[in-house]
């Protein structure tokens, strides 16, 4: 099947199809016109594609994780444990972000309740600040 096609089927854009064929995540036939040609195992290594990125991992994990990967039709799991080691390092990453951002917004709220409330608002401070009230 063509592109066109093809995205309508994974709900994919044609636009991230060749963005996952730049990364190697997808490697489609080409036939001699040039056009890409895609089959149902393509629509498979998609949906694997897709749910590695929902698990926040990024392309180029996803380039050394994806072959050893088997989709049962439903998830992904690894084909051997040597790969735990990659997924707990990647479940470690994901938990630094979280940890990081947790801390941000324990900053901005901070802020946020140092705020005076509304009404005593002194209309210089905010139009020195770049705004107007």
Do not use: H
């Not at 066109?4 to 994919?12: N, Y």
């Not at 992904?76 to 470690?92: F, H, M, Q, S």
């Not at 979280?98 to 801390?103: E, I």
């Not at 005076?116 to 009230?133: F, K, N, Q």
């Amino acid at each position: 099947m063509r592109m066109g096609e093809f995205s309508r089927l994974t709900g994919v854009s044609p636009r991230l199809l060749r963005y996952y064929e730049e990364q190697g995540l997808l490697r489609p036939s080409r036939r001699p016109s040039g056009y890409r040609e895609f089959t149902e195992e393509d629509i498979v290594t998609v949906r694997g594609i897709r749910m590695l990125l929902g698990a926040g991992l990024s392309t180029a994990t996803i380039a050394e994780l994806l072959p050893c990967m088997v989709d049962d039709g439903q998830t992904l799991t690894p084909a051997c444990a040597g790969l735990l080691p990659d997924l707990n390092r990647e479940r470690e990453r994901i938990n630094e972000a979280m940890s990081g951002l947790l801390a941000a917004r324990k900053k901005l709220d901070a802020i946020i309740a140092a705020t005076a409330p509304a009404g005593g608002d002194d209309p210089d401070a905010c139009y020195a600040a770049g705004t107007r009230p």
